[in-house]
């Protein structure tokens, strides 16, 4: 049996998702912004009622059953997992997904803050993607965060089981 991630840091994750959110919205939200360093790094408030990169907005019922289908999925992934590495992976997309759709269920959009000046970015539309064009990076949260370093290390582990397998 494979150790699977501590249940006191998976709750702790999640508690630090929503409180951080509920602080930004009641003290963040009457500023606005505040710069933390300089131009590149700002605690924003924003209410975000799309998904990652500003995609769907205003289309809140569609993303909560959205969120819904992939958390029941999410569910059963974690229980299959057969790695501590991919069990962590799981966990992580799971309380980001969870996070995020409380944010929809209880308020009607998400709480995102963490603001960052990183890099100029253009990606083209295709198919139902709208395509980006922005000049400084979306403001997103802790849920997030989990989501796109849950995603990481899913991959991470499905390169590293592909080389296992194909080595002699």
């Known amino acids: 049996m494979i150790g699977k991630p501590s249940l006191w840091i998976i709750a702790i994750l999640f508690i630090a998702d929503t409180l951080s ?3 930004v919205e009641f003290y963040l939200k009457p500023v606005g912004s505040i710069s933390v360093l300089g131009e590149f790094f700002r605690l924003s ?4 009622t799309g998904a990652a990169f500003g995609q769907f907005q205003n289309q809140a019922n569609g993303l909560v059953w959205v969120s819904c289908i992939c958390l029941i ?4 992934l974690i229980r299959k997992a057969t790695d501590y590495l991919e069990s962590w ?3 992580l997309i799971f309380l980001g997904a969870l996070g995020n759709l409380m944010d929809r269920i209880f308020r009607g959009y998400v709480v995102d803050f963490l603001d960052f000046d990183l890099w100029d970015l253009h990606i083209p539309a295709f198919f139902f993607f709208q395509g980006i064009d922005l000049k ?3 403001v997103f949260n802790f849920a997030d965060a989990y989501i796109c370093v849950g995603t990481g ?5 499905a390169l590293t089981q592909t080389r296992k397998s194909h080595s002699p």
């Open 21 to 23: 959110k509920a602080l």
């Open 153 to 157: 290390l899913i991959l991470w582990f």
């Open 136 to 138: 400084r990076w979306y």
């Open 45 to 48: 408030y924003v209410q975000n």
């Open 73 to 76: 999925i999410l569910f059963f």
């Open 89 to 91: 992976g799981y966990w």
